[in-house]
């Protein structure tokens, strides 16, 4: 037995390429001495350039992403004790989404992000964890919110280069 239920009308099915804007950033990193370190970057997107027919028929707005943040390692000797040697690291994120409300008012997005990097391999790569919490849209302005809680895990790996 086969059933098939239907609530309103068929959607018409076609095949089409999606087409993304043309999206570049801009970054500028700081680095006091071996242990402080601050940074800054931008990162834009055009996604006015795209005709709404050509993207789900959905109206969509440029957007961009600000964000700066620092971090701080207390030693790097490679013999110095293992908390010494942890990379800790707080930033802030303040982006704006292609949507927009009823007004024309744009979605935005802001995080606050820590985390921490666990050294190895003599200093050169690390294990790094970050967390991220923060807002997305306004109930007041869009009817939905939403807390954002996000883990992120990177292993990054190194080498020394033009070392005898």
Known sequence: ??????????TEKRLSDLKLPFS?????????????????????????AIDPEDFLAAEVNNTYRLGAGFAYTPSTEV???????VTYRLGFTSSTLPYVNAAGEQATE??????FGIPFNFNISKLDFGFEYGKRGSL?????????????????????????
């Not at 013999?79 to 040697?85: I, K, N, Q």
């Not at 802001?110 to 985390?115: I, Q």
């Open 24 to 48: 570049h950033g801009y970054g500028i990193d700081f680095t006091a001495n071996p242990r402080f370190r601050a940074g800054v970057d931008l990162f834009l997107q055009n996604w006015s």
């Open 110 to 115: 802001n995080l606050l992000t820590f985390g």
């Open 79 to 85: 013999l110095a004790g293992f908390f010494s040697r």
């Open 1 to 10: 037995t086969r059933r098939t239920f239907q609530f309103g009308e068929e």
């Open 140 to 164: 007041d302005k869009f009817g939905a919110e939403e807390n954002i809680f996000r883990f992120v895990l990177a292993i990054t790996g190194g080498e020394r280069w033009f070392a005898r």
